[in-house]
């Protein structure tokens, strides 16, 4: 059962466009959500986090956007660039309950084209 | 700092065989994961450790699955016997005290059984 999904396996966006992806959830006591970004051979690294008592978290061409009624949160990337392309994890944790697991999604996988 | 370090990189084996996976995490880190990536499940938590003692061991699959931190700075995950439904990326991650929803990931083990 996946509590934490991401619906679209993958995404290509023009450079200089935007790019929105999007992450679902189905547990209502998660309350704070991060996004990793992935490139081939590497690990995942961590780009941006949100806490549940907010609704919007930027970090310069970075903005994750949480809908708590609608259990969803997007990443939006502007403007896109070629360096961007990579796979993107949601992550989402009952952090202010003391859990220290985070769940993953499955991962959206970005291409960024000239 | 050189960051979660993982060996080896990549791993073929036969069914039947043996794997031990290594992990050293960030000097300081006390929380320490292990996880899985496959494409169907994405990256899934197969236990984690605070402070060398494991907390969380109910993402490892089965039996065949063991995993140990005999010290602050040295992690294995061991599969015995390998199967080739185990055949994914395995990656090792740590996080700083209080900061434990930000993980560092290491390079990951590809590991493809035969």
């Known amino acids: 059962d996946q509590q934490v999904k991401q619906n679209s396996p993958s995404l290509s966006v023009q450079e200089g466009r935007i790019s929105i992806l999007n992450c679902d959830y189905t547990n209502s006591m998660f309350d704070y959500f991060l996004w990793y970004k992935k490139y081939p051979a590497e690990g995942p690294t961590f780009l941006i986090s949100?806490?549940?008592?907010?609704d919007k978290n930027e970090d310069g061409r970075f903005t994750v956007f949480l809908n708590k009624s609608a259990k969803h949160l997007s990443l939006h990337i502007v403007p896109s660039q070629p360096g961007d392309s990579a796979v993107y994890f949601c992550?989402?944790?009952?952090?202010?309950?003391?859990?220290?697991?985070?769940?993953f999604g499955t991962g959206t996988r970005l291409q960024v084209f000239p | 700092d050189a960051g979660v370090i993982q060996s080896p990189r990549h791993e073929v084996t036969e069914m039947g065989q043996e794997v031990t996976l290594r992990c050293k995490p960030i000097?300081?880190?006390?929380?320490l994961f292990w996880y899985r990536q496959t494409m169907m499940r994405g990256l899934e938590l197969l236990i984690y450790f605070n402070n060398n003692v494991p907390i969380d061991d109910s993402g490892m699959p089965e039996d065949r699955f063991s995993a140990k931190m005999p010290n602050a700075s040295f992690s294995t995950l061991k599969i015995q016997p390998s199967e080739p439904r185990d055949s994914a990326v395995y990656f090792c991650?740590?996080?700083?005290?209080?900061?434990?929803?930000?993980?560092?990931f290491g390079p990951g083990t590809r590991l493809t059984v035969l």
């Open positions: 992550a989402a944790s009952e952090f202010f309950y003391n859990t220290d697991k985070l769940i």
């Open positions: 949100i806490s549940s008592i907010k």
């Open positions: 000097s300081g880190h006390d929380y």
């Open positions: 991650a740590s996080s700083l005290p209080g900061h434990y929803n930000e993980q560092f």
